[in-house]
T-cell receptor
């Protein structure tokens, strides 16, 4: 079967660091994506991991462990504008489809 | 264009009516995807086009849903005899080439969506 799990909601304080976890079970794996989606807007691409390890891109980093079926998105120096939903998506190698989690709604407070 | 565009941005219709949603992908992108996002739900895959052909229609929820793509560019998603449960945001995404290989990001870029409300 195919299943993507991530927390429904998280809160954090401006300037802090937050880690959003994602676990997955898919029949085949061909990469994991993180997208950011502000309320009422389209998802925008944040990061892509296909090999184990950490990918850093400015304040955002994404980590993948294929053996554990696990990824996280790390957001540093949080800003109010980071309040959004963060979607974890796995590309299934058998179908080439992106399977999305339900998203984690992050609220950043002053 | 610079990004994926969709029209209309909002559509309110009465139960039983047909609706057409349009997606204009990024120029040169051969792959096009339709998703549905209901309130509080994840993105639900509907259909995928590679060029003009649709190798994967497995996500279409019923035979009331159909989609076509002409000229390898614009796509139309049609919902016939709409029901209230069809109310959702319909998102379109395009990517350069879904067959680009294992290490290719082949990132999907999303349009702003069409918010469909069926009364």
């Amino acid at each position: 079967g195919q299943n993507i799990d991530q927390p429904t909601e998280m809160t954090a304080t401006e300037g802090a660091i937050v880690q959003i976890n994602c676990t997955y079970q898919t029949s085949g794996f061909n990469g994991l994506f993180w997208y950011q989606q502000h309320a009422g807007e389209a998802p925008t691409f944040l990061s892509y991991n296909v090999l184990d390890g950490l990918e850093e891109k400015g304040r955002f980093s994404s980590f993948l462990s294929r053996s554990k079926g696990y990824s996280y998105l790390l957001l540093k120096e949080l800003q109010m504008k980071d309040s959004a939903s963060y979607l974890c998506a796995v590309r299934d190698s058998d179908t080439d489809k992106l399977i999305f989690g339900t998203g984690t709604r992050l609220q950043v407070f002053p | 264009g610079a990004g994926v565009s969709q029209s209309p941005s909002n559509k309110v219709t009465e139960k039983g009516k047909d609706v057409e949603l349009r997606c204009d992908p990024i120029s040169g992108h051969t792959a096009l995807y339709w998703y549905r996002q209901s309130l509080g739900q994840g993105l639900e895959f509907l259909i995928y086009f590679q060029g003009n052909s649709a190798p994967d229609k497995s996500g279409l929820p019923s035979d009331r849903f159909s989609a076509e793509r002409t000229g390898g560019s614009v796509s139309t998603l049609t919902i016939q005899r709409t029901q209230q449960e069809d109310s959702a945001v319909y998102l379109c995404a395009s990517s350069l080439d879904s067959l680009a290989g294992y290490l290719s990001t082949d990132t999907q870029y999303f349009g702003p969506g069409t918010r469909l409300t069926v009364l």
